[in-house]
């Protein structure tokens, strides 16, 4: 491991407690890792302006690597840095399963959160993310009117209940499509060759900073490829076996002082 020149952070289950709040002792060890000229970022599966409230409130003026690393964009300006969409037939063919589920789902498309029927886990979705509604009559007719690619589309249900929907995507789709989950309830799809540790990446090379001087935090399955990548990989004590397994340090949890006890321990020395 190099010297550490960039920090990114996952937010729910990493950053955020459970109650959706950043810690003072997070807060405060982010901005005396910023007083020693450190990059500290987000890298999220949350929509950009879902995402940025929080940047603004840790006073981050800079690139933020969004949409499990489909986009990365500029928490200032919202300049569009990197991008990568679903294709239209990809999009429709996805939406197709998972009407054939009858599972609520969220479609995103010019960072707004679109639904063909408002239902309460799309609503609890939209309160979590701290974003609006916005619903369409049909979706894949609406896609096809707006001739633009969404960003990431959701399927909404209980953990267990997804498993049957993303057998049938892998094995209708296999490698066209990237499938991950930020919570269980979760299964999100995106352009096959998105994942954070591409749009960190993207980020790295417009920094010049080389992946062993990178230090990540992450909880879930959505971190491990951000995990491999950077040279320093952090998994919060709340995150599933395997993804502790796959991190070069295990910290507290999210509702435990976690991110700023790993920030003391290998950056402030505290």
Known sequence: MGRIRLVALDLDGTLLTDDLVIEPRAKEAIRRVRERGITVTLATGR???SA???AVELGLDLPLIVYHGAQVRH?????ILFERTIPLDL????????????????????????????????EKYAWRAGVDLHRVEDMLTFLQEEKREPLK?????????????????????????????SLPHYLEMLNPEVNKARGLQALAELEGIRPEEIMVFGDSYNDLQMFRYAGL???????????????DYVTGSN???????????????G
């Open 233 to 247: 990989a952090v998994a919060m004590a709340n995150a599933p076996a395997e993804v502790r397994a796959a991190a």
């Open 153 to 181: 589309i959701v399927a909404l249900r209980d953990g267990p209940e997804l498993d049957p929907l993303e057998a049938a995507i892998r094995r209708d789709v296999g490698e066209g499509v990237y499938l991950t989950r």
């Open 255 to 269: 509702n435990d002082g976690g991110v700023a006890r790993a920030l003391e321990k290998f950056i402030l020395g």
């Open 52 to 54: 940025r409230p929080y």
């Open 75 to 79: 928490s200032g300006t919202g300049a």
């Open 91 to 122: 999009a429709r063919c996805l939406i197709t399963h998972i009407r054939q589920f009858g599972y609520a789902y969220n479609v995103y498309l010019d960072d707004r959160l679109y639904v063909e029927s408002i239902q309460a886990e799309n």
């Open 47 to 49: 929509m950009f302006s």
